[in-house]
């Protein structure tokens, strides 16, 4: 399975946009981009996902590097509820039940 | 209605022990899984299920056993527990293979378990 890298941990000041980098230069034309998110003392939750295009929800945008070995999930305005891991996951169509996690960024909201 | 349900969302027990974990998901999705997060928040996938058959072990002790009466359902059976087998433990489930790999997995409140 395609890995993917993150930075351990970010900073960002409350209602400003917060970029989280994800890297995956391996990455195959059948893998899905996921985001997950996982709040202090909870289970893991979907932010966002995309192929090619960037996409938007009303949590997050996702933003997708032309060649794919890179993506940026991205928070409009941080709140202190965002505070979370972020994990950036591959899911290929082949093998989608095969849904592996990396270390994922630590994201720090400053009030 | 709760999407992934675990039950219990803790359990302390004793060395040695067998326990169980339940999980059940009313998204009529074909696909399970099971997590270990360690204290080190890492989470580790164990096991993945699609339509009732294994398709995923990685490497865990023949200790652990799961269980998939049917799509809806995966529970994990530990037998002989040890110290190391303190953490938590979540469930999840996503459509599989193919289109499901477009879709989002949805994952359990988590069920923490101590070793004493």
């Known amino acids: 399975d395609a890995k993917t890298t993150q930075p351990n941990s970010m900073e960002s000041n409350e209602e400003e946009p917060v970029h989280l980098p994800c890297n995956h230069s391996?990455?195959?034309?059948?893998?899905?981009i996921h985001w997950y998110r996982q709040l202090p003392s909870q289970g893991p939750e979907y932010v966002i996902h995309?192929?090619?295009s960037n996409v938007n929800n009303r949590m997050a945008s996702l933003a997708i590097a032309e060649d794919r070995k890179s993506s940026t999930l991205i928070l409009h305005r941080a709140t202190l509820r965002d505070a979370a891991v972020y994990y950036c996951i591959l899911r290929d169509w082949n093998t989608g039940n095969q849904f592996y996690f990396g270390t994922g960024t630590s994201l720090t909201v400053i009030p | 209605d709760t999407a992934v349900s675990q039950t219990p969302k803790y359990l302390v027990t004793q060395m040695g022990n067998d326990k169980s974990i339940k999980c059940e998901q009313n998204l009529g999705h074909d696909t399970m899984y099971w997590y270990k997060q360690d204290s080190k928040k890492f989470l580790k996938i164990m096991f993945s299920y699609n339509n009732k058959e294994l398709i995923i072990n990685e490497t865990v002790p023949n200790r652990f056993s799961p269980k998939s009466p049917d799509k809806a359902h995966l529970n994990l059976h530990i037998n002989s527990l040890e110290l190391g087998d303190s953490a938590v433990y979540f469930c999840?489930?996503?459509?599989?293979?193919?289109?499901?790999?477009?879709?989002?997995?949805?994952f359990g409140q988590g069920t923490r378990l101590t070793v004493v």
């Open positions: 999840a489930s996503s459509q599989g293979a193919g289109a499901g790999a477009n879709t989002e997995a949805f």
């Open positions: 995309g192929l090619t």
């Open positions: 391996t990455i195959s034309g059948t893998d899905y």
